[in-house]
């Protein structure tokens, strides 16, 4: 069955945090890039005590479609800030900090967290996905994530089939989605493809083509397959 991610994003504890809107979600994600910098361990420290679901901690870069530009040491001390918290995931951007992943992925098995290996580009959808798909899997992390931008359909299709292919013969779980209007099938098709997560929003949106969580619970129903157990 494919969990529902929803994103948390705040700027500090002033910002009042919905807990309730949040009932109905598998997995919350706080966006930590769009987090005040020094109220970034205040807020972790919030998230940990007041939701019951898992955390994932999420530092999306501009490169990446976020909003922090980070070289490789600032990042990587970013990262060991928030594995001190011991959320339930930590998502880590590998093609653009690939040099750090071993120091990352050890610090983060010693605390317990699962990693969220992701690739995500928001301009196109690269004629090399297959290969990035293959080299994240071959890290064995707990997820592999992958969120492009399609410029016609068959973006869209490669994306589907390239999921079920993979999904099939691999235990660490994928996460595949195409953004944008063309793509929103992708975050709806988890229990037919194999994609263990979709993300869906309950106040803003944190990508283009996300949906609401109620009509992501609808189409995920109307939409079953395989993964549906």
């Given amino acids: 069955m494919t969990k529902i991610v929803a994103p948390i994003l705040i700027k500090n504890l002033s910002e009042p945090i919905q807990v309730a809107q949040y009932q109905a979600v598998d997995i919350i994600e706080w966006r930590v890039d769009y987090t005040d910098f020094e109220a970034i361990i205040e807020v972790a420290q919030a998230l940990k005590a007041q939701f019951s679901q898992p955390l994932l901690f999420t530092v999306r ?11 490789v040491d600032a990042y990587l001390e970013l990262q060991k800030k928030l594995i001190a918290q ?3 995931y930590l998502d880590f951007e590998f093609f653009s900090y690939s040099e750090v992943y071993a120091e990352f992925n050890q610090l983060c098995q010693e605390n317990a967290i699962k990693v969220v290996a ?4 928001f301009d196109e959808t690269p004629t090399d996905l297959e290969y990035r798909l293959s080299k994240m899997l071959v890290l064995k992390p707990a997820i592999v994530k992958i969120a492009v931008m399609p410029t016609n359909f068959l973006d869209v299709t490669q994306v589907l089939s390239l ?10 779980k994928l996460v595949t989605m195409s953004m944008g209007e063309l793509g929103k099938f992708t975050r709806v098709s988890g229990n ?3 994609s263990a997560w979709t993300f869906a929003s309950v106040e803003a949106s944190s990508a283009p083509g996300q949906l609401s969580v109620d009509e992501t619970k609808q189409l995920l129903n109307t939409f079953k397959g395989k993964y549906n157990d």
């Fill in 61 to 71: 870069t501009k490169s990446e479609g976020g909003n922090l530009d980070l070289e």
């Fill in 86 to 88: 011991k959320p339930a």
């Fill in 118 to 121: 992701s690739y995500h580009n």
């Fill in 163 to 172: 999921t079920a292919r993979y999904a099939a013969i691999n235990k660490t």
């Fill in 192 to 194: 037919l493809t194999g």
